[in-house]
C-alpha cells in the first residue's frame, strides 16, 4: 500500500494507458488514405498503449528499475483484467456490436498480459543498460526492443492457431486479405494488424521523447524556494 501511495502518479498514468487501451482497441480508427482504409489494420488503441513504456521509461529514470518494475505489474494485473472485463461490458451498454465467446476473452487476456509483462521488463532491462548515455538512447532503444517483443506476442498468442490451446481461433483474423489492404500479396488478417500496430508504436516512441524530455528536464533543475 506504502508503493502505491508514493509512486501514485506512474501507478495511475500506467492504470489509465492500460484501462483507456482495452477499452479504445475496441474501435476500429474509421478513416481513408485514398483506398486505403485504416479501419483495416488500426484501432484507436493503438494510439494510447505505446505511452506504456513512456511511463515504465519515466519511472525509471525518476526511481531507478525496481520501482519501474513494480509500476509495470500494476499495468500486468490492469492489462488482464480489462481485457476480460471490457468488451463484454462494452458489448451490454451497446458500444460495440459483436459479444466475445468466454474462450476468446481468456486467448486476449493471455495474450494481453504476457505481450505487456515481457515487454514492459524488457524495455526497463534495455533502459538501465542505457542509462548512463545520451538521454535519447535508453528511451529509444528501451521502447523499440520492447514493441517489438509486444508486437510479436500479443499477435501470436492471441490470433495464431498454434495458440489454440489458449481459446478458440478467431475465424476473421484467419482470413486471407492484402497485406495491409493495400499491397498484392496475400497474408492472413492478423499480420496485417500487427504490422499496422508496430507502425504507430514506432511513431509515438519518437513523438514520446519530447514528453519524456521535457519531464527529466523539469526534474534535474534545482529547487526553488
Do not use: H
Amino acid at each position: 500500500m506504502n508503493f502505491l501511495f508514493r509512486y501514485l502518479p506512474f501507478v495511475a498514468a500506467m492504470a489509465l494507458v492500460v484501462v483507456a487501451s482495452n477499452v479504445l482497441v475496441q474501435f476500429p480508427l474509421q478513416l481513408a488514405i485514398g483506398d486505403f482504409s485504416l479501419a483495416d489494420v488500426l484501432t484507436w488503441g493503438a494510439f494510447t498503449y505505446p505511452f506504456a513504456f513512456l511511463v515504465t521509461d519515466l519511472a525509471n529514470r525518476r526511481y531507478g528499475p525496481s520501482v519501474a518494475r513494480r509500476i509495470v505489474f500494476v499495468g500486468f494485473m490492469a492489462a488482464v483484467l480489462c481485457s476480460i472485463v471490457s468488451p463484454p461490458l462494452l458489448y451490454r451498454l451497446g458500444l460495440i456490436e459483436f459479444d466475445a465467446a468466454a474462450g476468446r476473452l481468456v486467448r486476449i487476456a493471455c495474450a494481453s498480459g504476457a505481450a505487456f509483462l515481457a515487454a514492459q521488463l524488457l524495455d526497463v532491462a534495455v533502459f538501465n543498460r542505457l542509462r548512463r548515455q545520451s538521454w535519447w538512447r535508453a528511451p529509444i532503444f528501451g521502447t523499440l526492443a520492447g514493441s517489438v517483443l509486444d508486437t510479436l506476442v500479443f499477435f501470436s498468442v492471441a490470433f495464431a492457431p498454434a495458440f489454440a490451446f489458449l481459446g478458440p481461433n478467431e475465424p476473421f483474423a484467419l482470413e486471407q486479405a492484402p497485406l495491409m489492404g493495400i499491397f498484392s500479396t496475400d497474408v492472413v488478417r492478423w499480420l496485417s494488424w500487427a504490422a499496422g500496430d508496430f507502425t504507430v508504436k514506432l511513431a509515438i516512441a519518437v513523438f514520446a521523447l519530447i514528453p519524456y524530455r521535457l519531464m527529466v528536464l523539469r526534474w534535474s533543475r534545482p529547487a526553488t524556494a
